[in-house]
Every structure is written in C-alpha cells, then in structure tokens.
C-alpha cells in the first residue's frame, strides 16, 4: 500500500487539527475468498468532499458500504468519530442508528433504498426511525421534498417512478435525516443531462455547507468539479498533478 500523499495535508479542514471523521487503519475485506480491500488507510476529515475512483472491481462500492457500517473489518479498523464501527458495536441499536443517521449512503441502484408505499412515507421513513415527532417529521419531509424539487411525487409509489425521478427521491430520504456525511455510488449513472447538472450543484452546495462527501465515481467532469482530493483505488495512476492519496491495493 502507498500513499503518495497524506489527505491530512490537502484540506484547509485539516489546518486546525480537525480530527478524523472517518479513519481506515489497515482495513481489509474479502467477500468469501476475494479480498476486495487490502491494508487501506485512509482519513477523511469533517467537510471534506472526496471522490473515489478506480478500475472495476478496485473496491469503492465496498470502501462506501465500509464507511455506512454495511460491512466490518476482517482486519485492521474503521472509526467514525472516534467510535469503532464493529459487528459487534453495530449490534447496539442505539449505536447503529446513530451512525446511519449521521452518515447517508446512496446507492448506485435506488431500487435497492427504496420499499415505502408512497414517496412522502420513504422521506419519513428516517426522521420516525430516528424517533422524532410527528409535526418535525413533518417539516423536515416538506423541506427535504422542496429541495429536492419532488413535492408533486409526494404521493405517488417510488417504484413507479423513472430513474432520476427515484434518484431525487433516494436522497431526499438521507437529507431528511440531516447527516454529517453522505457516501454517493456513482450519482450521476443514468441520468439526463439536465439532471447531471442539477445533482453536481447540489452536490456542491452541500459542500459548501459543510457536510463531507465521500463519492464514487468514473465520471471525470464530476470528479474535477467537486472533489478536494481523489483516492485512486488499485493501481491506476492518474491525476499525479493533483492532490491525491493513491491506494495501491
Ligand atoms: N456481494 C459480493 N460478493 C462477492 N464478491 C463481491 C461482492 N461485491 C463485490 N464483490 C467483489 O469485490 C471486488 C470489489 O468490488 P466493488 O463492487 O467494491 O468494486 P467497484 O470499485 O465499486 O467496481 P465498479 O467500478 O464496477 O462499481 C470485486 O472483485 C467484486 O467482484
Ligand atoms: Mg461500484
């Protein structure tokens, strides 16, 4: 494993000692016999937006669900916050819900987030997970749906919308949770051109607001226009010029 850069020296975040956010410590992952991450370390400082690129099958949708508390270290650690992010913490339901609001992940595939009867129950679904009121809930739907630019969807079935139209919806339901970080697997597959480019503002926008973003991507018009710093995944080199961490696997 190589890092030809340390992230901590990229990011105007780092200049005042921000902790880690998430933090890999010689991490490793196989999906029964196929290592899938080898030895990563890797930190990711609050507000920091990070795009993840590499080959097929380099790792970055696993790296992602790593970040979500989706799968654990069969080696090595993961923190987020300071916390170890374990089987066995994530057994702790207080433990794993507080993690899933804080940290959003959108899929690839939003077939795979979407279950809910209408689209304002799946805007819901987090913020009631997270046990809040009805009349908060309420609002925060509401305001997730406004941003979003799908208050007409609001009663319609999410599996009966088209791709981009369910894309809005998938992020609407991890903004209304208002998390710190939001993990994105390839936003940008599928959609129109119109779309691209509103996803890139808002993309852009919740940067500026300060969340960390974490995306993986092959897109490089969207990887030039958001990211502080890459992570290249494998042995690709690319972007030498660039601030950049390399993660040789
Ligand atoms: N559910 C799974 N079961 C077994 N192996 C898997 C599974 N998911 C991924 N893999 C393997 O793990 C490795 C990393 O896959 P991953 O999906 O993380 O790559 P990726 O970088 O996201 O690729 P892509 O650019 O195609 O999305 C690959 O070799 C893949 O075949
Ligand atoms: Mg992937």
Known sequence: MTHTHDPQT???ANEDDVPALIAFDDFCYAYDETPALRHIT???SAGDSVVLMGDNGSGKSTLLKAICGLLFAQRGSYRFDGQEVTERSMRDLAFSKRLHQRIGFIFQDSDAQLFCASVEDE????????GLGEQEVAQRVEDACRLLGI?????RA???LSGGEKKRVAIACILSMNPDAFCFDEPLAGLDASTRLWLLGFLKQLHAAGKTLVIATHDQSLA?????YFVYMGDHHGYEDRPHVH???
């Open 247 to 249: 993660i040789n696997q």
């Open 151 to 155: 208050e007409k969807l609001r009663k």
């Open 10 to 12: 990229l990011h105007r």
């Open 224 to 228: 030039d226009e958001v990211a502080d």
């Open 42 to 44: 890797l930190s990711i």
């Open 123 to 130: 805007v819901a679904f987090g913020p009631r997970q997270m």
């Open 158 to 160: 999410p599996y009966a």
